[in-house]
């Protein structure tokens, strides 16, 4: 075999961030679950990135096709808090504070801010582990022994475990706010450009809707 001559090549080397799969709770009402959820995954590194699924959908055939597709790198079970869950169903934190008939108004307060950053227990949250769990084994998600794999998303992480969005970009967040999305065109424009938290009381139309799809699909 004759002298071959040696070359260099550039390399270089840059972090992923990672593709999540987010099971969320699953009920009559859904569209503001799967906005919940698409909130919280637009604060983390990577969320656009990411795919929320219901945990109805979970074990359909072509959903499975799809995230297999994909190639999530963690398959995680959507855990809300008190606090988050109160969006959906105002009032729900108080009425369980008041029931304990706390009298001191300070002692209230800190016990309603307690509850509202503790994870909420729930039927519907045993149900998107579950399904979150049997999707996992599925997927084979991180089969390697040396690599950690992540199981549950919720509203307070660790920095350990996730990287907020707001830590690696200096960038505005922008999306659709939370509360407008209520339909299935909200949704659908709320998947293209992502949730935020804030404030939102005006009324849009079904076509308002769609045309802000169609833009944002535009080169």
Not at 43 to 71: K, N, T
Not at 102 to 125: C, F, K, Y
Not at 176 to 184: D, I
Request: proline share 5%.
């Amino acid at each position: 075999m004759g002298e071959r001559a040696f070359s260099f090549v550039p390399l270089s080397v840059s972090a992923r961030p990672p593709r999540l799969v987010v099971v969320l709770p699953h009920d009559a009402d859904w569209v503001r679950w799967m906005a919940l959820g698409l909130a919280r995954v637009s604060q983390l590194w990577g969320g656009s990135g990411s795919v929320i699924v219901p945990a109805a959908a979970v074990g359909h055939a072509g959903v499975e096709r799809a995230l297999a597709q994909f190639g999530p790198d963690h398959v995680v079970a959507y855990n809300p808090s008190w606090g988050s869950v109160d969006k959906l169903l105002p009032g729900l934190a108080d009425r369980l504070i008041a029931g304990q008939q706390v009298e001191d108004g300070a002692a209230r307060e800190a016990a309603t801010q307690m509850l509202r950053d503790t994870a909420w227990s729930h039927a519907i949250v045993a149900q998107v582990e579950e399904a979150a769990e049997d999707l996992r084994s599925r997927l084979a998600v991180n089969r390697r022994e040396d690599l950690v794999q992540l199981t549950h998303l919720f509203d307070s992480c660790s920095p350990s475990d996730r990287t907020e969005f707001g830590a690696v970009a200096r960038v505005p967040l922008y999306g659709v706010p939370r509360a407008l999305v209520t339909t299935t065109e909200a949704l659908s424009c709320a998947m293209a450009i992502g949730v935020q938290e804030q404030l939102g009381t005006a009324e849009v139309e079904v076509s308002g809707w769609q045309a802000a799809v169609v833009h944002q699909a535009e080169p």
